[in-house]
Nanobody, 115 residues
Framework: QVQLAESGGGLVQFGDSLRLSCSVS????????MGWYRQALGEQREPVAT???????DYSGSVKGRFTISRDIISNMVYLQMASLKPEDTGTYYC?????????WGQGTQVTVSS
């Protein structure tokens, strides 16, 4: 079992920055891939950024160059640094991880970007 807990969401303005945090109950060195997904109201959940065990990162085209995913293996945290936020970045952001062939989700944190 892996528990994921997001924090850091909120209401920001166009162009602002925000950092999301995900606390992981397991040693994240043992988790193959961690990532952030988001879901806008009425839309499908979509991947935003992932980071694997070798620190390789991948981003969706809509956030590349603005968002940065990172992890801290000492504190078992995963972060999503978001810059130059746009209204279309609004949604619930979920932390996600794969462990022993199962996927795990956090409860989500809301990010709202006003224009």
């Amino acid at each position: 079992q892996v528990q994921l807990a997001e924090s850091g969401g909120g209401l920001v303005q166009f162009g602002d920055s925000l950092r999301l945090s995900c606390s992981v109950s397991k040693n994240i060195v043992r988790i193959s891939t961690m990532g952030w997904y988001r879901q806008a109201l009425g839309e499908q959940r979509e991947p935003v950024a992932t980071i694997d065990a070798n620190e390789r990162t991948d981003y969706s085209g809509s956030v590349k160059g603005r968002f940065t995913i990172s992890r801290d293996i000492i504190s078992n945290m995963v972060y999503l640094q978001m810059a130059s936020l746009k209204p279309e970045d609004t949604g619930t952001y979920y932390c996600h991880g794969w462990y022993l062939g199962r996927e795990y989700w956090g409860q989500g944190t809301q990010v709202t970007v006003s224009s």
